[in-house]
């Protein structure tokens, strides 16, 4: 018996084996969606190996001095979060081919949003501005060691509807070798994000644009 | 005889299989990454001696460390001065291109642990990251201004800059002068620091 085992081919051996791993991963779930962990609350803080997010709170708002939009009576969903950085380098929000300080909270599941962008897929929006709550200005940089208020905004189609929670994204990096150049970079690492659903306050009508 | 050739011939071919794989991981383990093989070439220098690079040359002439700054001449209401949950570092330098027109699209400072921190967007920047365009024989000065945790203002502190051309810094000169020498102790200021984004030729 074992003579005729071990007299079998490569090939025979390669299928076998196979069949085997997918029997044994079948009993631990096999190829089953893995369960979503629960979204986090808002006020917990994440921790990621390049920064710790707590998101605070988000509003939808008419205007802002900071923002810029492609049309006047558009209107800006608006994520506040405490960002720390832990990398050893600033980050910017002009990433091309690594992670980037637009990356840190991401929009997904709401309607009207006008620069809509998706990951493998499903929505998951980078913000297009990001307001320094200390200077309630626009930055495009975060230094390490430096936690700092930022105001996440993405600009929506006037009138869209929203709904009355939000479901944010916290993006998780990890620090890996691009696949094709071999550079060390900060990475996506899709594994580690997590959820935070966060009371959307409506202040449109108390941050209208000052007409002169 | 036949079934210990075939055996042992397989596990041969794993063995340099095995073998070949190992080689592989170690000289991608070994192999410089990308980052490393095209770094920049770092020039030294310490406060007030011009260090000559292949585009520039750069002078510093001052540094102040403060807990708020003073932008001069800003028509923003408010915040003036700026407050930071670190320590403001303002540098006068002086820059002169070597010869042709030149900007000085990288300042950043890099600490004792190996942080790095870009020269701040909180305030207008006119002498670095992308301002003044240098010509060759006309020196400009002013002032650059940086955003750092107070951990990261320690001795060691130095300051990098690089005409970054296309915004790369690689395999390209860059300057490093020492803001905190070794030993040497960091004063903060208190009262508020004056920066003038004005470049002065």
């Not at chain 1, 018996?1 to 991963?25: E, F, P, Y």
């Not at chain 1, 930022?150 to 006037?158: D, I, N, S, V, Y």
């Not at chain 2, 093989?37 to 770092?42: I, S, T």
Request: charged share 20%; aromatic share 6%.
């Amino acid at each position: 018996m074992t003579l005729r085992l071990a007299g079998q081919s490569t090939k025979t051996w390669g299928i076998a084996g196979a069949v085997l791993a997918l029997a044994v991963s079948g009993l631990f779930g096999g190829l089953q969606e893995a369960p979503k962990p629960p979204p986090a609350k808002v006020g917990t803080e994440i921790v990621s190996p390049a920064w710790k997010v707590t998101v605070l709170s988000a509003r939808v708002i008419a205007s802002h001095r900071a923002l810029f939009g492609l049309d006047k009576t558009n209107q800006w969903i608006a994520v506040t979060a405490r960002v720390e950085l832990t990398a050893n380098e600033t980050f910017k929000t002009n990433g091309i081919d690594h992670a980037d300080l637009s990356d840190v909270v991401r929009l997904t599941g709401l309607k009207g949003i006008v620069k809509e962008s998706k990951r493998y897929g499903l929505p998951s929006t980078r913000a297009d501005t990001i307001i320094l709550k200390r200077d309630d200005k626009m930055t495009q940089m975060l230094q390490p060691g430096l936690p700092e208020e930022l105001e996440f905004c993405w600009e929506q189609k006037a009138g869209s509807e929203f709904p009355a929670q939000l479901t944010i994204q916290v993006l998780g990096l990890e620090w890996r070798a691009d696949s094709s150049t071999n550079q060390l970079q900060w990475k996506l690492d899709d594994g580690k994000t997590v959820e935070v659903v966060v009371p959307l306050q409506d202040q449109r009508a108390t941050t209208k644009p000052v007409t002169p | 005889m036949s079934f210990l050739r075939r055996t042992g011939s397989r596990l041969a071919s794993t063995v340099l299989f095995i073998a070949v794989l190992a080689a592989g991981y170690g000289i991608a383990t070994i192999t410089p990454d990308l980052a490393a093989e095209h770094r920049p070439f770092l020039i030294g220098g310490n406060l007030s001696e011009p260090i000559q690079t292949r585009l520039f040359e750069v002078k510093v002439t001052g540094v102040k460390f403060g807990s708020t700054v003073k932008v001069a001449g800003s028509l923003s209401a408010k915040p003036s001065p700026l407050a930071t949950g670190g320590v403001w570092v303002l540098i006068h330098v002086k820059f002169s291109a070597n010869s042709k027109p030149t900007r000085i699209n990288y300042a950043a400072l890099v600490s004792a642990d190996g942080r790095t921190f870009l020269a701040t967007d909180r305030v207008d920047q006119k002498i670095v990251i992308g301002g003044r365009e240098l010509q060759p024989g006309i020196p400009a000065e002013g002032d650059a201004l940086f955003e750092i945790p107070k951990s990261a203002a320690t001795a060691g502190l130095v300051a990098r800059f690089a005409a970054a051309e296309k915004y790369d810094v690689r395999k390209d000169a860059m300057a490093e002068v020492v803001l905190v020498p070794d030993g040497a102790a960091v004063f903060v200021d208190t009262s508020a620091l004056a920066y003038d984004p004005a470049v002065k030729a």
